[in-house]
């Protein structure tokens, strides 16, 4: 499989995992492939960095079931530790 395909599978399977603890290291682990060298392919084929791909997608989930739903703002970083909320609330 080429770089795009590989990439192509991980983002499937990141989408269905944003609402779970995502470390760079369970992502490798996933990929099967080092730290440095998944983070190169992923960088090559979809122009960002793992992590920034990743919170800007919880993001953006939450910013649509913001809109969505009734719950309160506080109801979305609750997973998250409280030092977190700030930075949520900032970056929402």
Same mark, same amino acid.
């Given at each position: #499989?080429?770089? $795009? /395909?590989?990439?192509?599978?991980? &983002? !499937?399977? &990141?989408?269905?995992?944003?609402?779970?603890?995502?470390?760079?290291?369970?992502? $490798?682990? =996933?990929? /099967?492939?080092? =730290?440095?060298?998944?983070?190169? #392919? %992923? =960088?090559?084929? *979809?122009?960002? $960095?793992? /992590?920034?791909? !990743? +919170?800007?997608? +919880?993001?953006?989930?939450?910013?649509?079931?913001? +809109?969505? *739903?009734? +719950?309160?703002?506080? /109801?979305?970083?609750?997973?998250?530790?409280?030092? %977190?909320?700030?930075? %949520?609330? *900032?970056?929402?």
């Amino acid at each position: #499989m080429d770089q $795009a /395909g590989i990439i192509r599978d991980l &983002l !499937i399977w &990141l989408e269905g995992h944003l609402d779970q603890p995502l470390s760079l290291d369970n992502v $490798a682990a =996933k990929a /099967g492939y080092s =730290k440095w060298h998944l983070q190169r #392919m %992923f =960088k090559d084929v *979809t122009g960002h $960095a793992i /992590g920034a791909y !990743i +919170r800007a997608r +919880r993001l953006s989930k939450s910013a649509v079931a913001l +809109r969505l *739903t009734a +719950r309160p703002i506080s /109801g979305y970083c609750s997973p998250v530790p409280l030092r %977190f909320s700030a930075n %949520f609330y *900032t970056r929402l």
